[in-house]
């Protein structure tokens, strides 16, 4: 049974540039949330879809956007890159909506240069 | 406002040693309090998972706490082993479908 499963592990954007960060959620699970961890930083919730719409959002700008397709999978997209959002990019899937039990990917870290 | 707050802010032991890790929050209302192992660069791996009436709760040679009137929670690693280094984050969810309330964590290095 695949866990939650991100690509790619790593990417190297240039400033301006925009990004499109995949995940497969846990089989079974149809709730994806996408988070930004900055080092030496916890998460931080950017937001979260369920039935291929945005349920919940964090504090992120727009140029942060998603999509949930019909078979879960999800995307993140990330405009007009900052070097601020060099970070590792976390995807965790839930059970259900009302299920808060995530389990993680192994995350794609991001360097904007 | 909804915090995990944790402490210390990183840890360093030698190996074979045992340590606890604390976590206070304020989020509510509570559902549950988490802890993850995350290795560096990886992403966070589920250690135990306590509700409001679970007092104590272990994996192996991890031990937590839960003190829900005090709002504390503590992580207690016995027998510390090198593989054991890695940042140990707090994680508590509150009632409905709201974001999970995460901690910075705490960086532990187990040294030989």
């Known amino acids: 049974d695949a866990g939650v499963t991100q690509s790619p592990t790593h990417l190297i954007k240039t400033r301006g540039q925009q990004v499109t960060l995949r995940c497969s959620p846990k089989?079974?699970?149809?709730?994806v949330s996408w988070y930004q961890q900055a080092l030496g930083q916890g998460p931080q919730f950017i937001f979260q879809?369920?039935?291929?719409?945005?349920?919940q959002r964090g504090n992120f700008p727009d140029r942060f956007s998603g999509h949930q397709f019909p078979n879960y999978s999800s995307e993140l997209n990330v405009n007009a890159l900052l070097l601020g959002d060099s970070a590792l990019y976390l995807c965790?899937?839930?059970?259900?909506?009302?299920?808060?039990?995530?389990?993680f990917g192994q995350g794609t870290r991001l360097t904007v240069v | 406002k909804n915090q995990v707050e944790q402490s210390p802010q990183s840890l360093i032991i030698l190996e074979g040693k045992n340590c606890t890790l604390q976590?206070?929050?304020?989020?509510?209302?509570?559902?549950?309090l988490r802890w993850y192992k995350q290795d560096t660069g990886r992403g966070p791996v589920s250690l135990t998972i306590?509700?409001?009436?679970?007092n104590t709760k272990s994996n192996g040679r991890y031990t937590a706490t839960l003190d829900a009137d005090t709002k504390q929670s503590s992580l207690h690693i016995t027998a510390s082993q090198l593989s054991d280094s890695a940042s140990y984050i707090c994680?508590?969810?509150?009632?409905?479908?709201?974001?999970?309330?995460f901690g910075k964590g705490t960086r532990l290095s187990v040294i030989a």
């Open positions: 994680v508590v969810s509150r009632v409905g479908n709201t974001p999970l309330v």
């Open positions: 089989s079974g699970h149809d709730t």
């Open positions: 306590m509700t409001f009436s679970e």
């Open positions: 976590c206070n929050y304020t989020v509510s209302p509570f559902s549950n």
């Open positions: 965790a899937s839930s059970p259900s909506l009302m299920n808060t039990e995530a389990f």
């Open positions: 879809y369920y039935e291929e719409e945005e349920r």
